[in-house]
């Protein structure tokens, strides 16, 4: 072959080249017609399962703890008939409903011992808060007297009471819960947990809360005690 000839040729397939995507399309017998020859295309991604909604979730807590609420507040209420009816000489008929919802109760107070948690009906926390919060601003009160440090508003004066459970001193403090130990709250925060004034009168004097209260809680005995400073504004 001519020097001119390998020029033409070597030129051609130089083309052929730049012309090219680089994909592999020369003849295969064996292959499906319609076939790719490129990567084969991915599945489509995997659907993720829905779950319940927070939302749902909570409802239905709330729900388990209404229907616990109820079967504790009949149950006590069938108790108390029971044993009155008892003492007054006259039982009360053990029919098929009366049966069932002591068993439910019995079931239920099994669960709650077992836990070591037995929680307190709305209107036990309802009581159990009046009857603390009366106490305390009784007894708060009483130590509002006068004392030369009441001039600075310095005087000191310290309440200690016990909760029947963490539901009521909870709800006395109007939180839905207390994860604390110690928390200080302002003496304006402090009269509306108490929904009282908490003044103290002196002969020439009033006196008030002059600092933020320090709440102490011990959850394993109930135990909690308000401190602060009070005298003149």
């Given at each position: 072959?001519?020097?001119?000839?390998?020029?033409?040729?070597?030129?051609?397939?130089?083309?052929?080249l730049?012309?090219?995507?680089?994909?592999?399309?020369?003849?295969?017998?064996?292959?499906?017609?319609?076939?790719?020859?490129?990567?084969?295309?991915?599945?489509?991604?995997?659907?993720?399962?829905?779950?319940?909604?927070?939302?749902?979730?909570?409802?239905?807590?709330?729900?388990?703890?209404?229907?616990?609420?109820?079967?504790?507040?009949?149950?006590?209420?069938?108790?108390?008939?029971?044993?009155d009816?008892?003492?007054?000489?006259?039982?009360?008929?053990?029919?098929?409903?009366?049966?069932?919802?002591?068993?439910?109760?019995?079931?239920?107070?099994?669960?709650?011992?077992?836990?070591?948690?037995?929680?307190?009906?709305?209107?036990?926390?309802?009581?159990?808060?009046?009857?603390?919060?009366?106490?305390?601003?009784?007894?708060?009160?009483?130590?509002?007297?006068?004392?030369p440090?009441?001039?600075?508003?310095?005087?000191?004066?310290?309440?200690?009471?016990?909760?029947?459970?963490?539901?009521?001193?909870?709800?006395?403090?109007?939180?839905?819960?207390?994860?604390?130990?110690?928390?200080?709250?302002?003496?304006?925060?402090?009269?509306?947990?108490?929904?009282?004034?908490?003044?103290?009168?002196?002969?020439y004097?009033?006196l008030?809360?002059?600092?933020?209260?320090?709440i102490?809680?011990?959850?394993?005995?109930?135990?909690?005690?308000?401190?602060?400073?009070?005298?003149?504004?």
């Amino acid at each position: 072959m001519s020097t001119g000839t390998k020029k033409r040729v070597s030129a051609a397939h130089d083309e052929d080249l730049a012309d090219s995507d680089g994909s592999d399309d020369f003849y295969d017998p064996f292959k499906p017609a319609g076939a790719s020859t490129g990567a084969a295309a991915k599945p489509p991604p995997k659907k993720k399962a829905r779950t319940a909604s927070g939302t749902s979730k909570a409802a239905l807590k709330a729900k388990e703890a209404a229907a616990e609420e109820l079967v504790m507040k009949e149950g006590q209420e069938l108790v108390a008939r029971v044993l009155d009816g008892a003492a007054a000489g006259a039982l009360v008929p053990a029919d098929d409903t009366t049966q069932l919802l002591l068993a439910k109760y019995a079931r239920f107070l099994e669960s709650a011992g077992a836990s070591g948690k037995i929680k307190p009906t709305a209107d036990q926390v309802s009581t159990s808060v009046e009857k603390m919060r009366k106490a305390a601003c009784s007894g708060i009160k009483k130590q509002l007297t006068w004392k030369p440090s009441c001039k600075t508003g310095s005087a000191k004066w310290t309440y200690d009471g016990i909760a029947p459970n963490p539901e009521s001193f909870a709800a006395l403090l109007g939180l839905e819960s207390v994860s604390w130990k110690q928390k200080k709250f302002s003496a304006h925060e402090f009269r509306s947990m108490l929904n009282d004034d908490l003044e103290g009168h002196a002969r020439y004097a009033t006196l008030y809360l002059t600092s933020d209260v320090n709440i102490r809680w011990n959850p394993d005995s109930g135990e909690f005690k308000f401190s602060g400073s009070y005298g003149k504004l």
